[in-house]
């Protein structure tokens, strides 16, 4: 079964800065999920070098090992593209769209999908190693989200982009899952080590740091667990909503660096937790702006989006004080990489941004032929949303919801 979010065909693209073999066998560059990379800093754009078209969006970030890009899309295939050509090298199907970032070790590439399964094929071939089953996933849901109608109704909500994306770490592939569980599994055989439950969605990405498992839920818990046995060793609890269930749950994985944990939450907060015994050593308060975006770390700096309130940030690490903010005009979900003096950051909005770490000022930008098209003109000329066009009505209940994600897509 193929499904499609919108009736339009997306685009992966490599951008040509310099040459080089790159790589990322992971969700935000490292097991600890830093976004720190050893590569070069880009400081001029030449171009687009390649295209490579799926069926749907592209949802989560590639993995490159080896000279081959993986990427997952919601069109329910995992591509392994040639990371200096484009060309399709094999593809694997599943049943149903993919949401999260591959990772990639000991030649196999592991990723989840939401037909309920977590995979591992051979990196060279695209061939099945093992599934280990679970549920279908699904969104979070609550009555009357975000104060749509009906209030007594149980919504999914349309702003759970992401699904978990595993990490590999001593012969053990680590994950979470729509059925509010956290599991670990023998990357070999797939065989079932541990799971451990929470409260709710797990679709935060599983950071590891010292033997722990460091992951958020929509519980709006934030856990420290053994990776070895899947025993709590603490876990630190964020803000709740219990009304419009607008204000609540962990979307963002965490960063590990020198012993602290850097998350976002969905209450409106960057987190700073001690990774030993998840003591609030600081938190930032965005004024109500959701925080779904993995914090990068490097150089004492903590770089990380913000929903309603539009910005890249630049927090000190040590103490949570703001160094520079950087204007994104929409709503940012996805998540930094650092490398040398840049972050790059994608937006909503179809656009790439370079930012200068020690400036806070943009060194360059691209943009998506559809961006610049925008068809369905949900944009305005500076790359802030129309939001007459964006948020125009047509079912006045909660399904208008979907349609702005749709809108959004376009772009």
């Known amino acids: 079964m193929k499904q499609n979010f919108m009736k339009l065909t997306i685009c992966f693209l490599l951008l040509i800065t310099v040459q080089g073999v790159f790589g990322q066998t992971t969700f935000h560059g490292n097991n600890a999920r830093t976004g720190k990379y050893e590569s070069p800093e880009l400081r001029e754009l030449k171009g687009v070098k390649w295209r490579f078209k799926t069926d749907a ?7 490159v090992a080896d000279g081959i890009v993986f990427i997952g899309s919601t069109d329910t295939f995992l591509y392994a593209v040639d990371q200096m050509t484009g060309q399709q090298k094999w593809k694997f199907e599943t049943k149903a769209p993919i949401a999260s970032s591959p990772a990639v070790e000991n030649g196999r590439v592991y990723f989840g999908s939401y037909d309920g399964g977590v995979y591992a094929v051979d990196a060279k071939t695209g061939a099945l190693k ?5 549920e279908y996933e699904k969104r979070f849901e609550a009555k009357g989200i975000h104060g749509h109608e009906p209030k007594n109704q149980m919504i999914p909500d349309s702003w759970d982009i992401f699904t978990s994306s595993p990490v590999v770490f001593n012969n053990s592939v680590y994950f979470g899952s729509g059925d509010g569980n956290v599991y670990a599994v023998n990357s070999q055989t797939g065989a079932l080590k541990w799971k451990f439950a929470t409260k709710d969605v ?11 498992v460091y992951i958020g839920s929509w519980d709006s818990n934030f856990y420290a667990l053994d990776a070895e046995t899947g025993a709590e060793k603490w876990r630190f609890k964020a803000g709740e909503d219990p009304e419009a269930h607008n204000q609540v749950g962990f979307t963002s994985s965490a960063a590990i660096v020198d012993g602290t944990v850097y998350v976002g939450c969905r209450d409106a907060h960057v987190y700073a937790l001690d990774a030993a015994t ?3 050593k600081w938190d930032y308060f965005t004024d109500r702006g959701w925080v779904s975006s993995t914090p990068a770390v490097a150089d004492g700096t903590v770089y990380v989006g913000t929903g309603s309130t539009l910005q890249l940030l630049a927090l000190d690490a040590k103490t949570g004080l703001p160094r520079f903010t950087f204007a994104m005009k929409t ?6 990489a650092l490398a040398g003096d840049l972050a790059y950051i994608g937006n909503a909005n179809g656009r790439l941004h370079a930012v200068d770490t020690k400036t806070g000022k943009l060194v360059w ?15 305005n000329p500076d790359g802030s949303f129309n939001a007459k066009t964006l948020g ?3 079912f006045n209940d909660f399904q208008d919801m979907y349609i702005v994600m749709s809108r959004r897509f376009s772009l």
């Open 57 to 63: 969006p592209i949802l989560g970030s590639p993995a």
């Open 130 to 134: 093992w599934r280990f089953a679970m």
């Open 202 to 212: 797990v679709h935060s990405s599983p950071s590891i740091a010292n033997n722990t």
């Open 278 to 280: 998840g003591r609030k």
């Open 331 to 336: 709503g940012v979900f996805s998540s930094a």
């Open 365 to 379: 930008e691209f943009q998506t032929d559809n961006s610049k098209a925008d068809l369905l003109k949900v944009s």
């Open 392 to 394: 125009a009505a047509v």
